[in-house]
């Protein structure tokens, strides 16, 4: 049974860092492409980042220059370091495969971040 567990999420001021992190169980993490999803109020979810087995990244425009994915796939973690954080980036963000078909049931609970004055 895969299971995916996100953390790190909290409330930042505008320019602030956060670093997110996912873990993964009941999976071979390194054989799929992963990504960083968010979901802000009354929007649908949309693919934040994602990164292949041997690396390779990919980042929605609106995040380009400030997100970096990474993977530590001995530890089956996913990672979402944020940098200069935006207001616009405020979201649940979630971790899954991409594209999540197949691995719709697997969403976790996500984790909140709010970037506020």
């Known amino acids: 049974q895969v299971q995916l567990v996100e953390s790190g999420g909290g409330l930042v001021q505008p320019g602030g860092s956060l670093r997110l992190s996912c873990a993964a169980s009941?999976?071979?993490?390194?054989?799929?492409?992963m990504g960083w999803y968010r979901q802000a109020p009354g929007k649908q979810r949309e693919l934040v980042a994602s990164?292949?087995?041997?690396?390779?990244?990919n980042y929605a425009d609106f995040v380009k220059g400030r997100f970096t994915i990474s993977t530590d796939n001995a530890k089956k973690t996913l990672y979402l370091q944020m940098n200069s954080l935006k207001p616009e980036d405020t979201a649940v963000y979630y971790c899954?495969?991409?594209?999540?078909?197949?691995?719709?049931?697997?969403w976790g609970q996500g984790t909140q971040v709010t970037v506020s004055s």
């Open positions: 899954n495969k991409f594209p999540s078909t197949g691995w719709d049931n697997y």
């Open positions: 009941g999976v071979i993490f390194s054989i799929f492409v």
């Open positions: 990164i292949t087995g041997g690396g390779s990244t």
